[in-house]
């Protein structure tokens, strides 16, 4: 396993990906990608884009039945 070098990037800090690892993620620059902590460390996996289309359906439902699930919380 390569070593990657943690680089500081403004006030944060990040870490270069190699295309490599890009490619096996499926992923490209700019997409975000998830990230889960594990009892191993951490791990990243490729973008769910069914996951970002419920969710913006979740949203729209959400948006037009505020007042009712506002009630069902109480």
Same mark, same amino acid.
């Given at each position: 396993?390569?070593?990657?070098?943690?680089?500081? *990037?403004?006030?944060? @800090?990040?870490?270069?990906?190699?295309? %490599?690892?890009?490619?096996?993620?499926?992923?490209?620059?700019?997409q975000s990608v998830a990230?889960t902590k594990t009892a191993n460390g *951490?791990?990243?996996? @490729?973008?769910?884009?069914?996951?970002? %289309?419920?969710?913006?359906?979740?949203?729209?439902?959400?948006?037009?039945?505020?007042?009712?699930?506002?009630?069902?919380?109480?």
């Amino acid at each position: 396993m390569n070593a990657l070098k943690i680089q500081k *990037i403004g006030n944060s @800090a990040g870490v270069i990906l190699p295309k %490599e690892l890009l490619a096996h993620l499926h992923a490209e620059v700019g997409q975000s990608v998830a990230v889960t902590k594990t009892a191993n460390g *951490i791990e990243l996996r @490729a973008p769910d884009d069914d996951f970002e %289309e419920q969710m913006q359906v979740a949203r729209e439902v959400m948006a037009r039945r505020r007042r009712a699930l506002r009630e069902l919380a109480k």
